[in-house]
């Protein structure tokens, strides 16, 4: 089975520099790139079943494909920052007009495109609503993963209940029962499926006594709970007005995924994102609320088929 490598880049912040982290897939000088950022929570190796998949349709398809799944910073093998207030959108769209920059610099991107899911999708749709920012290219396709512009207050209020609380467990498997719990809406998952998504979701804990047992705890840095818990609403309904205004300006070939029991991302919303901007293409999963994995055959289908269209023709 495939793997991906491990690499870094220094990004500057408010204090200084933060090291974020980045996973790659397939051919590291192929020119077609698909950036995939993921969620609140969560870090660069959930994208590894779609990444793999991805790799795979290029090389039946005789051609080449670079997968990048960044660890946005505070998440996953990236640095934590040593100012909390860094921990919102703008901040992380830098982040990632730094790694293009990077990737570009080391093989020329002739087509990008970008996977986002929740967090991710937010950061894209910065990137993409923005015309004059210096990309490589223009974003050809962009898939939403469970987000709009809109996104419901009571959603992020039940995030809120959770967010931060990394705890520490005496398994990988107690951390992953303990995230199927606040995780179910994510859909039906076999044991393995779930495992493997929870794996890369936790660190050991550090500790001078050599003879006590192993214990495990969440991988990402408990303050990014803070910009989170002090926003308010009237300030997100404010932030969403702006979000909007950059919807209407992308123009990536835009699909979006919702899990029918979403809770984050409503009907309404998703039904405004098929009738403005770039009129997104809809596609909603069965029995599963925010947010979809892409780990099943049917999510993996519609998204590979989207994004590697042209690598079948």
């Known amino acids: 089975m495939i793997q991906p490598t491990l690499n870094d880049l220094n990004c500057p912040d408010a204090t200084g520099f933060h090291r974020m982290a980045y996973w790659q897939w397939g051919d590291p000088a192929s020119a077609h790139m698909v950036l995939c950022v ?58 990632m007009l730094a790694l293009l920059a990077k990737l570009q610099a080391e093989a020329p991107i002739g087509v990008l495109d970008w996977v986002g899911t929740s967090m991710g999708g937010l950061i894209g749709l910065v990137i993409c609503g923005q015309p004059d920012l ?27 209940a959770y967010l931060g609380k990394t705890g520490e467990f005496e ?13 179910s809406s994510f859909g039906p998952h076999t ?25 495990w705890k969440l991988h990402y840095d408990p303050a990014i709970a803070e910009p989170f818990r002090a926003a308010s609403e009237t300030a997100t309904q404010e932030g969403q007005a702006l979000l909007w205004r950059l919807y209407d300006q992308i123009s990536a070939d835009t699909l979006l995924l919702r899990g029918v029991e979403s809770d984050l991302l409503s009907v309404d919303t998703a039904k405004a994102m098929t009738e403005r901007g770039p009129r997104a293409r809809l596609v909603e999963f069965k029995g599963v609320g925010h947010a979809p994995t892409m780990t099943s055959a049917d999510q993996l289908a519609v998204v590979v088929d989207f994004l590697m269209d042209a690598h079948d023709q």
């Open 134 to 160: 210096p990309l490589p290219q223009r974003v050809r396709k962009l898939v939403l993963n469970d987000v709009g512009p809109t996104v419901e207050w009571s959603a992020l209020q039940r995030i809120g």
């Open 38 to 95: 993921h969620g609140l929570t969560r870090q660069g190796r959930d994208f590894d079943v779609l990444a793999r998949a991805l790799c795979q349709r290029a090389t039946d398809a005789g051609t080449s494909l670079r997968v990048i799944c960044p660890d946005v910073v505070g998440r996953g093998q990236s640095d934590w920052l040593k100012d909390p207030a860094g921990y919102q959108i703008p901040a992380y769209a830098a982040d």
């Open 171 to 183: 398994s990988v498997q107690q951390a992953a029962d303990a995230m199927w719990a606040i995780s």
């Open 191 to 215: 044991p393995e499926q779930w495992l493997a998504l929870s794996t890369p979701m936790v660190r050991p804990v550090s500790t001078s006594d050599s003879s006590a047992p192993q214990r």
